[in-house]
């Protein structure tokens, strides 16, 4: 009798333990993609910043525009950069 109760104890801890370790990787998985999203985000975010810190001259010699629509009251600029597209208006 001893010895069955011994056996259904260890497959009990044993399932246990297997399900700890699951849900532990599944967990770290978790962690490990919401850090690489933070980190993707820290990047765009600084990059944008950086490029609102720039004058209009160091932009514009930095980034050739893609397209251009004239107007009669304004230049329109449009720039891609890193799959975003940025807008520069010019009025004249």
Known sequence: M???MNLV???IISIFSFLT???LNEIL???DEKQNNIKNTTKIIEENERIQALDL???LSENLYNNTFKTDTA???IYNIEN???V???ED
Request: aromatic share 34%; charged share 20%; hydrophobic share 55%.
């Open 2 to 4: 001893k010895l069955v």
């Open 9 to 11: 104890s260890f497959i």
């Open 21 to 23: 370790l699951k849900y």
């Open 29 to 31: 998985l978790f962690l």
């Open 57 to 59: 001259d160091s932009f």
């Open 75 to 77: 230049t329109i600029f």
């Open 84 to 86: 975003y597209d940025f």
């Open 88 to 90: 520069y208006i010019e």
